[in-house]
């Protein structure tokens, strides 16, 4: 089992920037693909970001394209979001998962998840 718990959202004003991190235990993550997902109120939970398990190989949403950066620490079972220019609309919960194998961009692919941090970005 893979417990996934994120942290650092918080309330941050348009154009500002936040970092979340998503602590990884039970097991190393070192061979699990991760993401970044989000829900904003009201709406389906859409894929942000992710990385492959040597984090060679990034991918984004269109939405965070340019704007998110996705890392990873394998030696301290960490993964990190760097949201930079944030947006009203980039508020949402956000969630960190891990995925033994699939399309990084798919939530069934995800075997595991935390609980998710409010991000909220004012006008």
């Known amino acids: 089992q893979v417990q996934l718990v994120e942290s650092g959202g918080g309330l941050v004003q348009a154009g500002g920037s936040l970092r979340l991190s998503c602590a990884a235990s039970?097991?190393?993550?070192?061979?699990?693909?991760m993401g970044w997902f989000r829900r904003a109120p009201g709406k389906e939970r859409e894929f942000g970001a992710g990385i492959s398990w040597n984090g060679a190989s990034t991918t984004y949403a269109d939405s965070v394209k340019g704007r998110f950066i996705i890392s990873r620490d394998n030696a301290k079972n960490l993964v990190y979001l760097q949201m930079n220019s944030l947006k009203p609309e980039d508020t949402a919960v956000y969630y960190c998962a891990a995925s033994w194998s699939g399309s990084v961009n798919s939530a069934k692919s995800y075997d595991y998840w935390g609980q998710g941090t409010q991000v909220t970005v004012s006008s």
């Open positions: 039970g097991r190393t993550i070192s061979r699990y693909e």
